[in-house]
């Protein structure tokens, strides 16, 4: 039997420092009752440079608490009932002591509007770091829920829409992504 109880909040604010340049700060505040409390800052700059063209820089803390299933997993295996040829009898087990996995995020984006918004182009491309990623250690006598380790995540996404008539649009879009794990 398991039992959690959160609670977050989270504020956010924008300010214009200039009429090109917008200033986008947020704060989350999460409590959680197998964790410390944790704080997730976000600050987003946007630039328009010209009317219909946005260049946007941000970077942000995201936290994902332990679920309940990796904090009081606890299945254990009758040898028999599994497999006779081939028992299996070491528990899998869950973890009070997990962290929280953190990702730290960086991203960049271009918008732009062309031909009287009749042709949208975007581009983006972001860099995320995950540490205290939550995982399976496996060892002779049980599997146990263990903070594993981090990963890189790096890649972009663009993209062009287009108003060929007032009842017919199209898009195309291409993606990409890196993950790295160490």
């Known amino acids: 039997f398991g039992k959690e109880n959160r609670i977050g909040t989270y504020v956010q604010g924008e300010w214009s420092l200039l009429p090109s340049v917008n200033i986008i700060g947020g704060f989350r505040y999460d409590l959680h009752t197998q964790i410390n409390p944790t704080y997730s800052p976000r600050l987003a700059v946007v630039f328009t440079p010209v009317a219909g063209h946005t260049v946007r820089a941000q970077a942000s803390v995201a936290y994902r608490p332990p679920t309940l299933f990796e904090t009081y997993e606890d299945v254990r295996v009758n040898p028999l009932a599994s497999n006779p040829f081939f028992p299996i009898s070491n528990p899998v087990l869950g973890?009070?002591?997990?962290?929280?996995?953190?990702?730290?995020?960086?991203?960049?984006?271009y918008q732009g509007w062309l031909y009287r918004h009749r042709i949208r182009v975007r581009a983006d491309v972001?860099?995320?770091?995950g540490t205290d990623l939550i995982g399976l250690q496996s060892t002779p006598i049980m599997v146990t829920a263990v903070n594993t380790g981090r990963t890189e995540i790096y890649g972009g996404e663009a993209g062009v829409e287009f108003q060929a008539t007032s009842w017919l649009t199209g898009f195309a879009n291409y993606s990409f992504q890196d993950i790295a794990r160490n």
């Not at 973890?95 to 984006?109: A, D, K, Q």
């Open 95 to 109: 973890s009070r002591n997990l962290h929280p996995e953190r990702i730290l995020s960086y991203e960049l984006g």
């Open 126 to 129: 972001f860099y995320n770091r």
